[in-house]
């Protein structure tokens, strides 16, 4: 009897299986409010060199529409002119040089941003970007350290110390005295995702049995949906990055509670030679499931399967570009997953840029996140090597068509082809 028999006599997706998959399934929404967060903490508003106004201005009566319409004025953003005597501003026939007297910034959408607060615009507007790229790194390092960590320790005691991280270096984001606190913070916000994303997957679909494993994988992804669209809404509600921050990350110490009611992998268990350990897990799911079974016969059966199954020889990452077939296949996602994740967060974090109101499109893009996960359930059972190929030539044609756009309907345009493509790579997750 190996462990997904032992899964189809307790019940494979029982009421201990769907207790489990709410302690999985809540994590996801935040996981998703700190992955898109830098949406709205690091946007750049419309701003103005001071040094560029004319002396009578005030801050109050600053006009920002300057800086768009047809008669746009962007240089007054960045830049002064050099024999400024209080009324020129650069453009008006003196040569231009970089802003030395700091920057006002329209409160109109945010009251704080992180690049307000910091100046991150003009020459300095490349720190953002490098901040968000310093996180996703964050993402790569936890995956790799918390993936091993959790084959040696156990998925639970890994998921249990990543929300912790994300917790309380999330809050002290919310209090980073500069950029560079922040960003190292931020690093270490990126690490703890990777933690929670991987082995709360693994910890429910180990426990899954094999007609509702799928089923089960995809329920994750929902509520990382949730999150996206939820998120808006904080926004809309929070304007100051540092309040948001906060409100995003301080709920997070809640999962303390999961120290009592997150259960370990009997699979895991059971690999390890912890075989006692394991059939009280198991018990208490047969129990909760209304099917208790036999804890004498099983558990010989248990400890035979373990003798037999247990392999003695270690594996790593190496292993799956050991052979050539499994180099191939392994090559293959690989390249998969870097497009796939290139263009998901290329527009995620990006939608600033699409020239609409903020909080709605990232509404929008959340709402879209939904049909395209319902799709893979009809999709999957069918013909995976089917779906991948159809999801990826709808998103690859969509993203080529935008190259097409018009000028004059560019922004509408955009919108819906990126909402085509977004939703077609999201299906390929």
């Not at 320790?153 to 249990?160: E, H, K």
């Not at 926004?235 to 540092?242: K, S």
């Amino acid at each position: 009897m190996n462990f997904d028999e032992i899964l189809s006599r307790i019940g494979g997706f029982g009421k201990f299986q769907k207790l489990l998959y709410v302690w999985i399934c809540i994590p996801q929404i935040f996981l998703a409010f700190h992955m898109l967060v830098s949406v709205f903490t690091g946007a750049v508003p419309p701003h103005l060199c001071r040094s560029a106004w004319p002396s009578a201005d005030t801050p109050d009566t600053l006009n920002f529409s300057l800086l768009s319409g047809p008669d746009s004025r962007p240089e007054l953003s960045c830049t002064m002119a050099s024999n400024h005597s209080g009324a020129a501003a650069a453009g008006d026939g003196h040569p231009a040089v970089s802003c030395q007297g700091g920057w006002e910034y329209s409160t109109e959408t945010f009251q704080s941003t992180i690049a307000t607060e910091w100046d991150l615009v003009c020459s300095n507007a490349s720190l953002n970007n490098v901040g968000s790229s310093i996180y996703m790194f964050g993402l790569l390092v936890g995956a790799v350290l918390f993936g091993h960590l959790a084959d040696k320790y156990g998925r639970r005691i890994i998921i249990l110390i990543s929300l912790a991280i994300q917790a309380t270096f999330g809050v002290a984001a919310a209090f980073a005295p500069n950029f560079y606190v922040y960003t190292a913070l931020r690093f270490m916000v990126g690490t703890s995702i990777s933690g929670v994303i991987m082995n709360a997957f693994v910890l429910g679909t180990e426990w899954t049995g094999l007609r509702k494993r799928m089923l089960a994988g995809i329920i994750t992804d929902y509520f990382f949906g949730f999150g996206y669209i939820i998120l808006a809404g904080v926004a809309y509600l929070i304007r100051d990055w540092r309040k948001l921050q906060l409100a995003i990350s301080a709920p997070g110490f809640l999962f303390i509670i999961y120290i009592w009611v997150l259960p370990k992998s009997a699979r895991w268990l059971m690999a390890n030679d912890r075989n006692e350990e394991a059939w009280e897990v198991i018990l208490k799911a047969a129990e909760m499931n209304g099917n208790p079974i036999s804890k004498d016969l099983e558990m010989c059966q248990v400890y035979q399967t373990d003798e037999k199954s247990v392999l003695k020889k270690k594996h790593s990452f190496i292993d799956l570009v050991r052979t050539p077939t499994m180099r191939k296949r392994s090559l293959i996602v690989f390249y998969l997953w870097f497009v796939n994740v290139l263009v998901y967060y290329g527009l995620s974090l990006n939608i600033s840029d699409f020239g609409m109101n903020i909080f709605l499109t990232q509404m929008i893009f959340g709402l879209v996140e939904m049909p395209a996960r319902t799709i893979t359930l009809f999709t999957l059972n069918r013909s995976r090597k089917f779906s991948q190929l159809a999801f990826l030539v709808v998103g690859g044609t969509a993203c080529l068509l935008t190259t097409c756009i018009p000028n004059g309907t560019y922004t509408l345009c955009q919108q819906t082809f990126c909402l085509l493509r977004k939703s077609q790579f999201q299906g390929i997750f």
